[in-house]
């Protein structure tokens, strides 16, 4: 079947962004989608079709901290990699949720080297629900350096 699958994703959303001319916040986001998964041939996902509806809201303080939190809701959802976080599949063989919540948060801070580099350190976690399920939680850190680097092979 892995050979033969032909899935199937799309995404509609709406963004909102504003960047204040203040010192301490220094941007505001918000944005919403609407996501749908559809497995066009093959048996490698146990439901032919799923939805979802994704929201998060945004803030930039002092342009380097970066704060974020979402929610997604999630009917019979696959996500893009099999994410169990933001998809009613199990990490489980075999097993299946109908429905599954989804709290999401991001905390980021980028320290600017240069016009061009950067080190960020952030915190990413997901609070899940899946239906029947107990809460789960689970934390990602994260650390990275960020080059931009520009050069000329040849001027002509």
Same mark, same amino acid.
């Given at each position: 079947?892995?050979?033969?699958?032909?899935? =199937?994703? =799309?995404?509609?959303?709406?963004? $909102? &962004?504003?960047?204040? =001319?203040?010192?301490?916040?220094?941007? *505001?986001? $918000?944005?919403? /989608?609407?996501?749908?998964? /559809? &497995? !066009?041939?093959?048996?490698?996902?146990? &439901? @032919?079709?799923?939805?979802?509806?994704?929201?998060? =809201?945004?803030? *930039?303080?002092? @342009?380097?901290?970066?704060?974020?939190?979402? #929610?997604?809701?999630? #009917?019979? #959802?696959?996500?893009?990699?099999?994410?169990?976080? *933001?998809?009613?599949l199990s990490t489980v063989s075999g097993r299946q949720f109908g429905h599954v919540n989804t709290a999401t948060y991001r905390v980021a801070y980028r320290q600017p080297f240069s016009h061009d580099m950067s080190l960020t350190a952030s915190v990413d976690g997901y609070l899940a629900?899946?239906?029947?399920?107990?809460?789960?939680?689970? !934390?990602?850190?994260?650390?990275?350096?960020? $080059?931009?680097?520009?050069?000329?092979?040849?001027?002509?």
């Amino acid at each position: 079947d892995l050979l033969h699958r032909g899935d =199937a994703r =799309a995404a509609l959303g709406l963004r $909102a &962004q504003w960047f204040p =001319a203040r010192r301490i916040l220094t941007g *505001l986001g $918000a944005e919403a /989608m609407v996501l749908h998964s /559809m &497995q !066009l041939k093959g048996t490698l996902w146990p &439901q @032919n079709s799923g939805d979802a509806l994704w929201a998060q =809201a945004s803030a *930039l303080l002092w @342009n380097r901290l970066d704060v974020r939190g979402g #929610y997604l809701f999630g #009917y019979h #959802y696959v996500s893009l990699f099999g994410t169990p976080h *933001l998809s009613t599949l199990s990490t489980v063989s075999g097993r299946q949720f109908g429905h599954v919540n989804t709290a999401t948060y991001r905390v980021a801070y980028r320290q600017p080297f240069s016009h061009d580099m950067s080190l960020t350190a952030s915190v990413d976690g997901y609070l899940a629900h899946p239906t029947g399920d107990p809460f789960s939680h689970s !934390l990602s850190l994260a650390l990275c350096f960020r $080059a931009g680097l520009d050069f000329l092979l040849k001027r002509f």
